[in-house]
């Protein structure tokens, strides 16, 4: 079974620094797909960034990117240039065959 | 347009009514979601349909009944519920069922109904 662990509860960040949240996953599907998802207190779920299995290069989005460690099995989210505005809950998720499995979730603050 | 809608925002019910919560997306997406999200928790999966057709049921109670009118609409029927049903009721869509052919797709979501059974 899949299975995903973000082990940071809270994050703090200084608006405008660069913040990492960590993620890693086990499974022993060859292939899958990892993404993340930001929730602020409003409540929707925004799609951010996925990365493949067989992607060799790290995704990116704008201020996203993912740092993608096979061997390592985690797919660490930076997000560069921290806005008052990314702070929110993040969760991190493998795809297990149809379903997406969620982790925990990281509550992440930026501080002005 | 990337917008999943979902109706009513927030629902309040007593445990003997019967609601239904909706959801709607125009993205031409054929494979759409139920999930539920306690307070501080991760969403879990409830219903998945694809092509209008129950594809996963995650043992749901059956006082939660979905059903996908058409391609574009998905409802969750609510029925005799229990305080501890009280959540976040999310909907999303995407493209295909996810990891068809060995592809991911994203999983577009609505921003939810705020449930409270009383």
């Known amino acids: 079974a899949q299975k995903i662990t973000q082990t940071q509860p809270g994050m703090f960040v200084q608006e405008k620094e660069a913040v990492t949240l960590d993620c890693t996953y086990d499974?022993?599907?060859?292939?899958?797909?990892l993404f993340w998802y930001k929730q602020p207190s409003s409540g929707e779920m925004i799609f951010l960034i996925y990365?493949?299995?067989?992607?060799?290069q790290n995704a990116t989005e704008g201020r996203y990117s993912l740092n993608f460690q096979k061997a390592r099995k985690s797919a660490n989210l930076v997000i560069s240039a921290s806005q008052l505005g990314d702070s929110a809950m993040y969760f991190c998720?493998?795809?297990?065959?149809?379903?997406?499995?969620f982790g925990a979730g990281t509550i992440l603050r930026v501080k002005s | 347009d990337t917008e999943v809608t979902q109706t009513p925002k927030h629902l309040v019910m007593g445990m003997t009514n019967k609601k239904s919560l909706k959801c709607e997306q125009h993205?031409?997406?054929?494979?759409m979601y139920w999930y539920k999200q306690k307070a501080k928790k991760p969403p879990e999966l409830m219903f998945v349909?694809?092509?209008?057709?129950?594809?996963i049921n995650e043992s749901v109670p059956s006082r939660f009944s979905p059903e996908c009118p058409n391609s574009s609409l998905l409802n969750l029927h609510l029925h005799a519920l229990q305080p501890e049903d009280s959540a976040l009721y999310l909907c999303?869509?995407?493209?295909?069922?996810?990891?068809?052919?060995?592809?991911?797709?994203?999983?577009?979501f609505g921003p939810g109904t705020r449930l409270t059974v009383t």
């Open positions: 999303a869509s995407s493209q295909e069922l996810s990891f068809v052919d060995g592809s991911s797709y994203e999983q577009y």
């Open positions: 499974t022993s599907d060859p292939s899958y797909g």
């Open positions: 990365q493949g299995s067989y992607d060799q």
């Open positions: 998720a493998i795809q297990h065959g149809n379903k997406l499995v």
């Open positions: 993205m031409g997406h054929r494979a």
């Open positions: 349909y694809s092509y209008e057709k129950l594809s």
